[in-house]
Structures are given as C-alpha cells and as structure tokens.
T-cell receptor, first 112, second 111 residues
C-alpha cells in the first residue's frame, strides 16, 4: 500500500492556466507538507499543515493555495501558472516535525 | 552562509569502500537531523534520523552528530553501486516547524 500518494505524477500545461495537485497519506500522521524541488535539486518547504491547520507558510506567491480537508489530505492549487513554477512538487507527512518525513513520488510540473 | 551545507560532489568511491558524507548546519539550536537518499527522478527516502551526540548505526549506515561543532555525517560501509544517489542532509530549524535541507551530495560508487 502506498503510504503517501500524490496525483498527478506529471503535469504539462500552459502559462496562465490553473492546476491542482492532490496528496493523501494513509500513515495516520498529523502533519503534512508541500515541498518544491527546483532544477538544481534544492528541496524547499512551501507549506505545512498540522491536523488541518496551516502552521508554515513560507515566502510563496499567493497564487499557491494549499487546502487540507482532513488530516489525511493536503492539496495544492496553483493559479496563473508561470514558467518559474516548473519544478517537482513533493508532498510529505510525519507524525510531528521531529519525526522522519515520508515523501510521495512527486509531481513533475512543466509549464510550456 | 547557508543554513545547511553539503559538498555537492560528486563523491566517487570504489565498490566496497567507505563513503563519508558530511553536513554542517548554522542553527545551534537544531535538535533533530535526518539523512535522506534520493535516486535520480525519485523521491527522497529516509536513511537515518539522529537526535543525540555520537554515533547511530543501522546496517551499513552510521550517522554521526557533533552538536558542539555543528556537523552531521553519514558513513556508508561496503559501498555498493546501488548506493549511487544524492544524499540530502536536513536539520529542524529551532523554534520552527520545518526542516531545512542541504543541497545534497552526489555519491557515485564505481565497480
């Protein structure tokens, strides 16, 4: 059984479009995260939710809006996509911030 | 100064040798540290977590933490070509609910 699953795996779209990425975890973890990994492979936190509450909101354009309908799900909606949004987006979860994080397989977003 | 620094590599070692990966961090209050392995095109997977000074061993992997010197290292004994990957070091930023990742060290184990 997949522990952290995110969909879609690949997303190819044009500038200006709006898209969503979904994430679900079946580990019973309380905390979920969104990371962005750019072309230089640098992994950077974007958002973190604990029990559906937003606890980390890094300096991310407000075109990015996370939503957590319950503690097992954390979705990411992106408005007005730009070329610079091209990256791999990883969802992760952990029991709390001091426990290891488990990552999903990533969503490779390519903006044409 | 980057918050978590790693040599980008590549670190090239022969099969069967010990690979030594190093990481330094700037936040003296950091208490939780993690090593992840990431194969090309894949997601990071946890190798080891370490919270106390000293060594922690798990199979062929040993993590070492020295909080006074603010460094964390990962030793891989009997390196195999399948260990070839990028190794990411991460530290919890004190007072914040987030991990800071280093840029990763690329390890190449050649037969």
């Amino acid at each position: 059984d997949t522990a952290v699953s995110q969909t879609p795996k690949y997303l190819v779209t044009q500038m200006g479009n709006d898209k969503s990425i979904k994430c679900e975890q079946n580990l019973g973890h309380d905390t979920m995260y969104w990371y962005k990994q750019d072309s230089k492979k640098f992994l950077k936190i974007m958002f973190s939710y604990n029990n559906k509450e937003l606890i980390i909101n890094e300096t991310v354009p407000n075109r990015f809006s996370p939503k957590s309908p319950d503690k097992a799900h954390l979705n990411l909606h992106i408005n007005s996509l730009e070329l610079g949004d091209s990256a791999v987006y990883f969802c992760a979860s952990s029991q709390d911030i001091d426990q290891p994080q488990h990552f999903g397989d990533g969503t490779r977003l390519s903006i044409l | 100064q980057k918050e978590v620094e790693q040599n980008s590599g590549p670190l090239s070692v022969p099969e069967g040798a010990i690979a030594s990966l190093n990481c330094t961090y700037s936040d003296r209050g950091s208490q939780s540290f993690f090593w992840y392995r990431q194969y090309s095109g894949k997601s990071p997977e946890l190798i080891m977590s370490i919270y106390s000074n000293g060594d922690k061993e798990d199979g062929r992997f040993t993590a070492q933490l020295n909080k006074a010197s603010q460094y964390v290292s990962l030793l891989i004994r009997d390196s195999q070509p399948s260990d070839s990957a990028t190794y990411l070091c991460a530290a919890r930023k004190s007072g914040y609910n987030k991990l800071i990742f280093g840029a990763g060290t690329r390890l190449a184990v050649h037969p």
